[in-house]
């Protein structure tokens, strides 16, 4: 799928199921026939669009979505997808698609949504493009700091669990040289000599 057919065909849709592959990649071979099976399945569905896109021959359309790896797949709202984490066989696709592929409430679906989610919408609708893109900007922000905070603490328990762990080898070792190898050795040496 080509940059101008992913902005036809899947930007354009009320919701997208989009699997980043690239044509070397063995997991990406294994899974093709099912999703090649869940694409047809959804062929002609008005609200979903199953979809794949080359890596090899569309580097930026994949850089722009995120992609690292492959195959990584993506569903929702086409401006705002999510990774999908599930399995890569058909019916756990086609399960997924069944559950949480339905349209749902977004800007080309106001009409599904709930009343102060659709003024929501029309509010920022309403921003001009600096506005929005300000506020945009200073969400992604938020998220970024709560995941360096995230990191952060995680260095710091890594770093604890390491001390700790180099404390524990220190005191196993200290008992061990203490002598209750031998203890125990004397304990069995007695143990064999009543029993004789």
């Known amino acids: 799928m080509s940059?101008?057919?992913?902005?036809?065909h899947v930007r354009?849709?009320?919701n997208a199921f989009v699997k980043f592959y690239a044509p070397w990649c063995g997991h990406c071979k294994k899974m093709a026939p099912d999703w090649e099976?869940?694409?047809?399945?959804?062929?002609?569905?008005p609200t979903l669009t199953i979809a794949s896109v080359n890596c090899d021959d569309f580097?930026?359309?994949?850089?722009?979505?995120?992609?690292?790896?492959?195959?990584?797949?993506?569903?929702?709202?086409?401006?705002n997808m999510e990774k999908y984490q599930g399995g890569r066989d058909f019916d756990s696709l086609k399960k997924f698609a069944e559950e949480n592929l339905k349209p749902v409430c977004s800007p080309s679906n106001i009409d599904?949504?709930?009343a102060d989610k659709?003024?929501?919408?029309e509010d920022l609708m309403a921003l001009d493009a600096a506005t929005l893109d300000s506020k945009i900007?200073?969400?992604?922000?938020?998220?970024?700091?709560?995941?360096?905070?995230?990191?952060?603490?995680?260095?710091?328990?890594?770093?604890?669990?390491?001390?700790?762990?180099?404390?524990k080898t220190e005191a196993v070792k200290a008992v061990k040289d203490s002598g209750l190898g031998l203890m125990k050795a004397v304990k069995a040496a007695s143990k064999k000599k009543d029993e004789l």
Do not use: H, M, W
Request: glycine share 6%; proline share 4%; aromatic share 8%.
């Open 137 to 167: 900007e200073e969400k992604e922000k938020e998220l970024k700091t709560a995941e360096e905070t995230f990191e952060k603490e995680v260095e710091k328990l890594q770093a604890r669990y390491e001390e700790l762990e180099k404390e």
């Open 12 to 14: 354009g849709s009320k």
């Open 118 to 121: 659709k003024k929501q919408i």
């Open 112 to 114: 599904l949504c709930e």
């Open 3 to 8: 940059p101008g057919d992913f902005e036809a």
């Open 37 to 45: 099976e869940l694409a047809d399945l959804y062929s002609s569905s």
């Open 59 to 79: 580097k930026d359309l994949c850089r722009e979505n995120g992609v690292r790896g492959f195959p990584t797949i993506k569903y929702g709202d086409p401006s």
